[in-house]
């Protein structure tokens, strides 16, 4: 299994600003993931977050709004950009475990843009 | 992706089973069944998944149907703390780009003590 710790848990922030979300992951992993969870709704993908590459990104989801770092395979951040209140989600780092395939997610960073 | 159907909700007693329905008519041969369930205020967790044959692990079974149109998540005796979203996905086993999860819906499950 995998242990996964994000950081901020919850951040309230203003119009205009940007939040960095952090995933650290206690063992290496391959592939990581980021994904949005809109109120009352399912988790969508967001990115596929590349250890030495640029991330690929889902179709709607733009760099510039989401740019994702991944300097090592235990490390990742997501950076949401000049907010607004539609960026009021839950964002959730998830990494694939190996040999199983199984997916492990964070507990989550919510947050609110006033 | 292939698509996956699940009823919005379903509603059943503590102690009692529970069976959880997903269609997958559009299936492919390579695609495995999984399953995963969010907690209130938690990111989801793995369930269990399978690909032909039936699956059974200490959270819950897995039962596939022949032609692999559909697929049952059953827990065995439900306890308040099962109360979740649960969602079944196809993942294909050859992996390369798929293997990221795309949630549906999924189903919310209510437990009645």
């Known amino acids: 299994s995998a242990v996964i710790s994000q950081k901020p848990s919850r951040d309230i922030c203003q119009r205009g600003t940007s939040l960095t979300i952090q995933c650290q992951v206690d063992s290496q992993v391959t592939m990581m993931f980021w994904y949005r969870q809109q109120p009352g709704q399912s988790l969508t993908l967001i990115a596929t977050a590349n250890q030495g590459s640029e991330a690929t990104y889902e179709s709607g989801f733009v760099i510039d709004k989401f740019p994702i770092s991944r300097p090592n395979l235990t490390f990742s951040t997501l950076t949401v950009s000049n907010l607004s209140p539609e960026d009021s989600s839950i964002y959730l780092c998830?990494?694939?475990?190996?040999?199983?395939?199984?997916?492990?997610f964070g507990a989550g960073t919510r947050l609110s843009v006033l | 992706d292939a698509k996956t159907t699940q009823p919005n909700s379903m509603e059943s007693n503590e102690e009692e089973p529970v069976h959880l329905p997903c269609n997958h008519s559009t299936i492919s041969g390579t695609d495995y069944i999984h399953w995963y369930r969010q907690l209130p205020s938690q990111g989801p967790e793995y369930v269990i998944h399978?690909?032909?044959s039936n699956v059974n692990n200490r959270m819950a079974s897995l039962a596939i149907a022949e032609d692999r149109k559909s697929s049952t998540l059953i827990l065995h005796r439900a306890t308040l703390r099962d109360a979740a979203v649960y969602y079944c996905?196809?993942?294909?086993?050859?992996?390369?780009?798929?293997?990221?999860?795309?949630f549906g819906q999924g189903t919310r499950l209510t437990i009645n003590p």
């Open positions: 996905i196809l993942r294909d086993r050859d992996g390369g780009g798929a293997q990221k999860l795309v």
């Open positions: 998830s990494v694939l475990g190996l040999p199983k395939n199984i997916q492990y």
């Open positions: 399978g690909l032909t």
